[in-house]
């Protein structure tokens, strides 16, 4: 099971999913909900949450894509129950208590923190600024 905005997808997503593929035969890609983005990164993503969902489907990186849940952020855990939590190098939000949470539901999954994937140019706000600034370029 992977997690993430996935707004703007690029080589870094890809290669998370890569790594996750390594990890087990089936990936399960949960897609943030806009309100969750808003709250964890301040502002709302440019594509809304079923975009991105409709998005990541396409690119066939993962068996399964499915939204979160706006009130219980550990619902699809406790729902499909995976072997391996598949976490980016840079997710902290609703991680650090993620340990005790499985133990409490008693499930016996493997935590990876996946390796970064040059992340000075493939990181989706990186990305963003890039499309804005050859946006107002284009409007000059």
Request: hydrophobic share 40%.
């Given at each position: 099971?992977?997690?993430?905005?996935?707004?703007?997808?690029?080589?870094?997503?890809?290669?998370?999913?890569?790594?996750?593929?390594?990890?087990?035969?089936?990936?399960?890609?949960?897609?943030?909900?806009?309100?969750?983005?808003?709250?964890?990164?301040?502002?709302?993503?440019?594509?809304?949450?079923?975009?991105?969902?409709?998005?990541?489907?396409?690119?066939?990186?993962?068996?399964?894509?499915?939204?979160?849940?706006?009130?219980?952020?550990?619902?699809?855990?406790?729902?499909?129950?995976?072997?391996?939590?598949?976490?980016?190098?840079d997710q902290f939000?609703?991680?650090?208590?993620?340990?005790?949470?499985?133990?409490?539901?008693?499930?016996?999954?493997?935590?990876?923190?996946?390796?970064?994937?040059?992340?000075?140019?493939?990181?989706?706000?990186?990305?963003?600024?890039?499309?804005?600034?050859?946006?107002?370029?284009?409007?000059?």
């Amino acid at each position: 099971m992977v997690f993430g905005t996935f707004d703007y997808l690029h080589a870094g997503h890809e290669n998370l999913f890569i790594q996750a593929r390594q990890l087990g035969n089936e990936i399960i890609a949960i897609i943030a909900r806009d309100r969750t983005v808003k709250n964890i990164k301040s502002e709302i993503p440019d594509h809304n949450e079923k975009e991105r969902l409709a998005n990541l489907e396409t690119t066939g990186w993962a068996d399964f894509v499915v939204p979160g849940n706006e009130k219980d952020k550990n619902k699809v855990i406790k729902e499909y129950r995976p072997d391996i939590i598949a976490l980016g190098y840079d997710q902290f939000a609703f991680t650090y208590r993620l340990e005790k949470f499985l133990m409490d539901i008693k499930l016996d999954a493997k935590i990876v923190r996946l390796k970064p994937y040059r992340p000075d140019m493939y990181k989706s706000s990186i990305i963003k600024k890039q499309q804005m600034s050859n946006a107002e370029a284009t409007t000059k």
